[in-house]
């Protein structure tokens, strides 16, 4: 909902979603497999968990997702979670959300989705921040935008913020804080507004223009991918569905990738029968 820098601090602010990735591990005989083969991020993170715990780096890996890839909704940061859990899982070791983001922050800018809850996360020093939430009752409705941004290269040619930019993350911040200890879906949608605007500013995103013009005409509150493609408007739960479907055409009009409507959920993380791990992704942060 929220990403930036203040204070040198780099952070993100998570929004769960129930889009999410499974994972399967076995200890199999024979070199690690990992199936999809390009899932190369969850493949190096589980390799590394296994040398820290002395076990031989061999098994089977098999990742299946709902996120796409390169959008900004976490989907490298959700395998490698999941990864993680599955690997645990099997070896009956736990895990803790600490561990699991410094094992990720080491392969690149990661996610806080190890952590349940909505929290505030430094996405590269792995480092909890502040926990928040629970959201109100939300609806997204957003689009996903053309093309894919690699998370590892959106960071590191990210430019500092000025002190006029850090101080309406503040602001933001504080919106957030207060939204969601209220449960006031408008506040929420306003700190997400205060978010994108920034973003337009340095950025100067045509798409994301547009879609504070639509959230502004709409009452409607935003959520953007700070190192991703996907744009989208926050509305409450009650929203009637004519009203739905008409913010769904002033998205696709703008032809900015296929157009979906989700909810705002509560995380979860489940294992799998003792051999796997499912970790519901985020939207709008570091992962693609």
């Not at 390799?47 to 900004?72: D, N």
């Not at 590191?156 to 200890?181: I, K, M, N, P, W």
Request: aromatic share 6%.
């Amino acid at each position: 909902m929220i990403s930036g820098e203040i204070d040198a601090i780099p952070f993100l602010v998570t929004v769960p979603i129930p889009w999410g990735t499974r994972a399967i591990f076995r200890a199999t005989p024979g070199p690690l497999t990992v199936f999809p083969s390009h899932r190369r991020k969850a493949r190096t993170v589980v390799e590394a968990l296994l040398k820290s715990w002395g076990r031989p780096v061999e098994g089977s890996l098999t990742i299946q997702s709902a996120l796409p890839i390169g959008k900004g909704m976490a989907s490298s940061s959700a395998d490698m979670v999941a990864s993680l859990r599955a690997v645990a899982a099997f070896y009956h070791r736990r895990l803790e959300p600490p561990d699991i983001a410094q094992l990720c922050c080491a392969i690149e800018p990661t996610d806080g989705i190890m952590f349940h809850g909505v929290v505030a996360f430094d996405p590269r020093r792995g480092r909890l921040l502040e926990r928040l939430g629970p959201y109100p009752r939300i609806t997204i409705i957003g689009a996903l935008g053309w093309g894919r941004i690699n998370t590892e290269d959106h960071h590191l040619r990210r430019d500092g913020y000025s002190t006029h930019h850090e101080g309406r993350l503040r602001e933001a911040l504080s919106l957030a804080r207060v939204g969601l200890a209220k449960r006031h879906v408008e506040i929420v949608g306003q700190a997400g507004r205060l978010s994108a605007e920034i973003e337009w500013e340095r950025n100067g995103d045509p798409s994301i223009k547009a879609l504070l013009e639509i959230s502004e005409k709409e009452s409607a509150g935003v959520i953007i991918a700070h190192s991703g493609t996907v744009r989208g408007l926050l509305v409450p739960a009650s929203t009637p569905r004519a009203s739905c479907r008409r913010l769904e055409h002033r998205l696709s009009s703008l032809r900015v990738g296929p157009v979906f409507r989700i909810p705002v959920i509560a995380p979860r993380v489940d294992s799998l029968s003792g051999d796997g791990g499912w970790i519901q992704g985020e939207y709008g942060f570091p992962g693609g």
